[in-house]
């Protein structure tokens, strides 16, 4: 099973799926349009959230950084005057420094991936989207803004004119993505912002012509008008799509098969031109990350 990933919905899906499937049987292909440098390291914020999700260091009350971190280094920065834009754990700090000198020593993020995936005993393949650099960048009336100072620094207050995304025409697939894709027909598209989480993986070189050939089933991260959690509304209606589930099936376009949207959600299924799959999409207890697993996993054997 192959899974794209932001940093927040689409893990919780995949804490889920852990149930159904071995974890030997799962790659997930990860969003890395989102990293940034911070006091010198790279952070790549999703990447790490799915990476500590299947090591179990995971704090899951947040999904974010690692359970029980503590945060003394980022106070002793900040009180000689360094101001991080990304509060960063002690523990969480370990692994950007650790990534960030097989990096500066000429590592790919590819082998730094799977190196840190070896030292955290991960059996699931956890690949970066691409190796080059690319960033998430917003347009506000300031000027442009990296995504994280946009929605971290400036709490996604300031408006949003559009979305770009710098770089990504140099970037492709990497070869461990492309070798994972040829060899699984079935892909699922997490509940992750269908601009910035998802929107970068389907951007690279070639992306969507390899999933055009696949089953193709995503989650909508929309019910109603209203985004379960982040600033993706806000970031969908700056490039064009109405707020909804089926602006969510516009955005992704003709490499979608099936989209599963929430049960609350009453909107028409009319106003598709896909399939269309109902279930409870609101993941906040193992157990309901688990039933939605499930479900989404077998909706694949209706995919025609």
Known sequence: MILLSGGTGTPKLIQGIRRAIPD??????????????????????????????????????????????????????????????????????????????????????????????????????????????????????????????????????????????????RAKPTREVIEALNSEDNVIIGPSNPITSIGPILALKGMRKILSKKKVIAVSPIIGNSPVSGPAGKLMAARGFSISSPGVAECYGDILDMLVIDDRDTVNEKEFDIQIARFDTIMDSVEKSEAFASFVIRLFRDVG
Not at 71 to 97: N, W
Not at 101 to 120: D, H, I
Not at 128 to 148: A, N, S, Y
């Open 24 to 169: 030997e049987e799962i790659t997930v292909i990860v969003n890395t349009a989102e990293d940034i440098m911070v006091s010198g390291n790279v952070v790549s914020p999703d990447l790490d959230t799915v990476l500590y999700l299947f090591s179990g260091a995971l704090d899951v009350e947040k999904y974010w950084g690692i359970k029980n971190d503590t945060f003394h280094t980022h106070q002793a920065l900040k009180k000689i005057g360094v101001s991080e834009i990304l509060m960063i754990g002690d523990a969480d700090r370990a692994t950007h420094v650790f990534r960030s000198e097989l990096m500066q020593k000429g590592a790919s993020l590819t082998e730094a991936t799977k190196q840190l995936s070896s030292r955290m005993g991960i059996k699931a393949r956890v690949l970066p989207m691409c190796d080059e650099k690319v960033d998430t960048m917003i347009k506000t009336p300031e000027g442009l803004m990296h995504f994280q100072e946009f929605w971290i620094g400036r709490r996604g207050e300031p408006p949003v004119l559009d979305v770009r995304l710098t770089g990504v025409e």
